[in-house]
């Protein structure tokens, strides 16, 4: 079992940056794959980043590739995503995922175990 808890969401206005903090609890971290799925209201969940539980790669939706950047750090339990040049239709709720010695998946139904989100808002 793993559980998972989002930090670093905000509000921010356009063109600025945020990282958000995804902390797992359990000593298996590290065979993990990581995800980042956002929803923003009257929206499905969408998928962000990914992530491969060796780290070795990673996936990106279209539309934050270039200003987002998923990293992890197996010594804290830790993954991130670093968003620059936010813009407003950045706004939405960002939850974390994982999924058990999963490559860099981008499919939700791919991940076992999800957060609580964590509020990100883009003022214009």
Do not use: H
Not at 21 to 42: I, K, V
Not at 74 to 79: F, Q, S
């Amino acid at each position: 079992q793993v559980q998972l808890v989002e930090s670093g969401g905000g509000l921010v206005q356009a063109g600025g940056s945020l990282r958000l903090s995804c902390a797992a609890s359990g000593r298996t971290f590290s065979s993990y794959g990581m995800g980042w799925f956002r929803q923003a209201p009257g929206k499905e969940r969408e998928f962000v980043a990914a992530i491969s539980w060796s780290g070795s790669s990673t996936n990106y939706a279209d539309s934050v590739k270039g200003r987002f950047t998923i990293s992890r750090d197996n010594a804290k339990n830790t993954v991130y995503l670093q968003m620059n040049s936010l813009k407003p239709e950045d706004t939405a709720v960002y939850y974390c995922a994982g999924c058990r010695r999963c490559p860099a998946t981008v499919t939700r139904g791919g991940y076992d175990y999800w957060g609580q989100g964590t509020q990100v808002t883009v003022s214009s």
